[in-house]
């Protein structure tokens, strides 16, 4: 079965530019989370899907968006790129969208953005 | 507000030596802590999940104790291998369900030398 994978890997914009990132899940898993990880903060929970709803949202600015299609893939979108949000940012696959029944969460192998 | 610390930023250690590393937490209750680990420019792979009615999880060389009253979680590596050199992170996952109840350490940089 093949893994989550994101795209692109890597990806150098500017300063008020704007950015997709594209996630697509385990074959079967509904839910799809995304995550920042930057040196100073660590790994931030940016927003959580499930059949095409946002069900979670983290303690980002609004220029942070995401969206997921009936076939569970998912995109973030972040408007008005700042120097800040050079990171890696992740999406993670799981099964089902109750973390109360402790389904393991998969993740991508991430997409870098760097911002000049 | 809540906090989630792992005490070190990096840990050195000896081939064949037992690495801990160490997650503590503050103004949360989880419902079950996880350990992750993570390569450079990889993705966080799950390691291990501990209740917080268990007070200790083994798998192979790994081994994960929880204690509530602490508020403390430890992850061993015994006979530890260049190869477990890695960054290692805890998350705690609260009741409630959804992922927004995730909340990652910052990790620990485990090295073991040959």
């Known amino acids: 079965k093949a893994g989550v994978t994101q795209t692109p890997r890597y990806l150098i914009k500017t300063r008020g530019q704007q950015v997709t990132l594209s996630c697509s899940p385990i074959?079967?898993?509904?839910?799809v989370s995304w995550y920042q990880q930057t040196p100073g903060q660590g790994l931030q929970f940016l927003f959580e899907?499930?059949?095409?709803?946002?069900?979670n949202k983290g303690n980002f600015p609004g220029r942070f968006s995401g969206r997921q299609f009936s076939n569970s893939r998912s995109e973030m979108n972040v408007s008005t790129l700042e120097l800040g949000d050079s990171a890696l940012y992740l999406c993670?696959?799981?099964?089902?969208?109750?973390?109360?029944?402790?389904?393991?969460?998969?993740f991508g192998p991430g997409t870098r953005l760097l911002v000049l | 507000s809540q906090k989630i610390e792992q005490n070190s930023e990096a840990l050195n250690i000896q081939e064949g030596k037992t690495a801990t590393l160490t997650c503590n937490y503050t103004?949360?209750?989880?419902?079950?802590l996880q350990w992750y680990r993570q390569d450079p420019g990889r993705g966080p792979v799950f390691l291990l999940l501990?209740?917080?009615?268990?007070k200790e999880k083994r798998k192979e060389r790994l081994k994960v104790t929880f204690d509530t009253t602490l508020k403390q979680s430890l992850f061993h590596i015994t006979a530890s291998q260049p190869a477990d050199s890695a960054t290692y992170l805890c998350?705690?996952?609260?009741?409630?369900?959804?992922?927004?109840?995730?909340?990652f350490g910052k990790g620990t940089k485990l090295s073991v030398k040959p």
């Open positions: 993670a696959s799981s099964l089902l969208r109750d973390r109360a029944l402790q389904e393991t969460q998969y």
């Open positions: 074959s079967g898993h509904r839910s």
């Open positions: 899907y499930f059949s095409e709803t946002q069900r």
């Open positions: 103004n949360y209750s989880p419902a079950y």
């Open positions: 501990i209740r917080e009615n268990e």
């Open positions: 998350a705690l996952v609260g009741y409630g369900g959804s992922q927004g109840n995730l909340i």
